[in-house]
């Protein structure tokens, strides 16, 4: 058995996978596999090296080697291209819409499959309902992408050649062991991803919101007369009657 390892961890799903009858299920699972394989051929990246685990309606893929800017830049490029050709000459019930989450981090091959909190991550993400929603809502799209937190922080924002980090949008995910985590969606196609509610950034560590200065207080000032004698009142402000002695009376 392998040791365990920081690997990039990478698994499409397809939309909508359950509700076709058995026939197309298998089709769609064939397409699948011939349009995920093209793209990571046209990506630069060896389908053969590249450990693929199937999920029934998915691929897990897992690789030590690979570049974690290389699954969420150039290989999601190149997968929307080939889901898009392969959306012309498919009938509507077998077009494929895919969810795509990329992840890094710790795991292990048993002998059996892949394990490690790593994948575990990577399965919670690409079922978040966020990202369900912002497909849905995404009526031309063919893909859509979440990556995690890590992902996010340590590659996309810094927007290499291959990504755009202006086309993400900032979700809170809450499935089992991801409570109040963040992830973050594009919807390739679009400028930003439908279907989700926008979030405020949060500020870079030990900064915060300004507070407003406070305003300076400005004496109240007025002048009345007693006799011949001019009194001047200031920093205050008076209802009923007030008596001054002034002018030495």
């Known amino acids: 058995m392998a040791e365990p390892a920081f690997h990039t961890v990478a698994l499409v799903d397809i939309e909508g996978f359950g509700d076709r009858p058995n026939p197309v299920q ?3 699972r064939a397409d699948l596999y011939e349009v995920v394989r093209a793209a990571l051929s046209r990506a630069g990246l ?7 685990e199937d999920r029934g309606d998915g691929i897990l893929m897992v690789d030590p080697d690979v570049s974690v800017l290389e699954f969420a830049g150039r290989f999601v490029r190149e997968l929307d291209d080939g889901l898009r050709e392969k959306a012309r000459t498919s009938s509507t019930i077998a077009r494929i819409r895919l969810r795509l989450a990329v992840h890094h981090g710790m795991c292990e091959h048993d002998g059996e499959g892949w394990v490690g ?3 575990n991550t990577t399965a919670r993400l690409v079922d978040a309902p966020p ?4 497909l849905a809502a995404a009526d031309r799209a063919n893909l859509g992408l979440i990556v995690s ?4 922080d340590e590659v996309i924002r810094h927007d290499y050649r291959s990504v755009d980090s202006s086309t993400f949008e900032r979700v809170v995910i809450d499935a089992k062991e991801l409570r109040g985590e963040t992830a973050w969606i594009q919807v390739p196609g679009y400028s930003y991803p439908p279907g989700v509610a926008a979030m405020p950034t949060p500020a870079p560590s030990g900064t915060g ?3 407003p200065k406070p305003r300076k207080k400005t004496a109240k000032s007025g002048f009345f007369f007693k006799g011949n004698t001019k009194i001047r009142v200031e920093g205050d402000q008076f209802v009923g009657d007030k008596f001054v002695n002034g002018g030495g009376q």
């Open 149 to 152: 937190r890590q992902v996010f």
């Open 209 to 211: 919101p300004k507070k």
């Open 26 to 28: 298998r089709q769609v």
């Open 117 to 119: 909190a790593a994948v």
């Open 46 to 52: 060896d389908p053969a090296r590249i450990d693929q």
């Open 131 to 134: 990202l369900k929603a912002a």
